[in-house]
């Protein structure tokens, strides 16, 4: 399968991996700064093979047969890029979110459908161990009725981190805490808790990045079709590094407390009809060198399968669609100051404008 990277930033290294473990034909890359380029395969001993350099990724797809792509641009441009590969036939792993407004959102679902092409969000910690073992329990209903949920992304992000690449923080190109370090935890509660959110009521303030557009803090509680209800919290301000990203579940037949830095670890596992298995979850641990995760990996291979069974991947684009929904879904709320009713039908980040 002959594949290309879209952007060669600081998430990249953890695509270049998920490509050379499934073995795919490494075929271009593409980042506006050449230096990126060669800086990326350089790190991972690709420098003297035969991966072309481009700067422009419409010329990468008019000079060569691609069959997927990965786009990891700068989140301000994922849309555009990847409705240019869509239209091109090109399958697509679209790094979150996947766009920045709902229209182009629902855009990207429409007409990956129309053509039959295959898109995943990259929502990689779908594939975190502890999580597909929650998953697992949800899915044979020992959790019983759902109660409640909640997701804390408790990290730290200096001013370095924003000045390294200066679209971090802006409305147009990136969003706050919530969009961009948030997003996949919001994605992993809105899965667990149906899928169906109806309501959502967010606040979101700066209170240490003076230097952002956007948010640094931002919480909200969101409600379910099915009656259940979640918090969302999320942060940049924590001192001095990253705490934790937490995820809970509380049914009338379960506990689950999903922890470590990007809920890797399993922390509490307690169910009424506790079986012999449970005892290798608790206190289950998965170690990850960055928090990322180890999920690129499991993702690029559902992807490939999913193009060669001709069936939708494992996190295809209605769920990057509605991880984005419950995010502008915040940002909405706080500039109306009221609870927001889904589904939204047209939102862009770019509305919150002048907000702090």
């Known amino acids: 399968m002959k594949y290309a990277l879209i952007g060669c930033g600081r998430i990249a290294t953890n695509h270049v991996k998920a490509v050379l473990n499934n073995g795919l034909e490494f075929v271009a890359a593409c980042d506006v700064e050449e230096a990126q380029i060669t800086k990326l395969l350089a790190k991972h001993g690709l420098e003297e093979t035969s991966i072309q350099h481009y700067t422009d990724y419409k010329k990468m797809i008019a000079e060569n047969e691609l069959d997927l792509v990965a786009v990891a641009t700068e989140s301000g441009i994922h849309a555009e890029i990847a409705l240019y590969c869509i239209e091109h036939g ?3 792993i679209i790094e979150k979110p996947i766009a ?3 229209q182009d959102a629902d855009e990207i679902v429409r007409r990956s459908q129309e053509k039959g092409v295959k898109v995943s969000a990259c929502h990689q910690n779908r594939f975190n161990v502890a999580v597909q073992e929650m998953r697992k329990a949800l899915e044979a209903g020992r959790f019983g009725k759902l109660s409640h949920g909640s997701i804390h992304v408790r990290w730290n992000r200096n001013e370095g981190y924003y000045t390294q690449a200066p679209w971090r923080g802006k409305w147009a190109s990136d969003g706050g ?3 961009n370090q948030c997003i996949h935890g919001v994605d992993l509660l809105r899965w667990m808790m149906g899928d169906e959110a109806e309501e959502v009521y967010g606040q979101t303030r700066q209170r240490v990045h003076n230097y952002l557009e956007a948010e640094d803090v ?5 409600k379910f079709k099915n009656g259940s209800i979640a918090t969302i919290e999320g ?3 924590v001192y001095h590094q990253n705490l934790e990203e937490t995820l809970y579940l509380f049914g009338e ?9 990007s809920t890797n670890n399993i922390d509490v596992w307690q169910f009424a009809d506790e079986t012999e298995e449970d005892s290798r979850n608790k206190g289950l641990e998965e170690a990850t060198s960055n928090v990322y995760g180890n999920g690129h990996t499991s993702l690029y291979a559902d992807v490939i399968d999913a193009i060669e069974k001709n069936r939708s991947p494992y996190v295809d684009a209605v769920a990057g669609r509605n991880a984005l929904e419950l995010v502008l879904a915040v940002y909405k709320s706080q500039k109306e100051g009221k609870p927001v009713k889904l ?3 047209e939102f862009v980040s770019t509305e919150m404008t002048g907000e702090f």
């Open 235 to 237: 942060t940049t301000n």
């Open 218 to 222: 931002g919480m909200a509680v969101v």
């Open 100 to 102: 920045m407004s709902i």
């Open 90 to 92: 090109i399958h697509c």
């Open 253 to 261: 037949k379960g506990t689950v407390k999903l922890g470590g830095t």
């Open 177 to 179: 805490a919530l969009m």
């Open 343 to 345: 589904p939204l039908k």
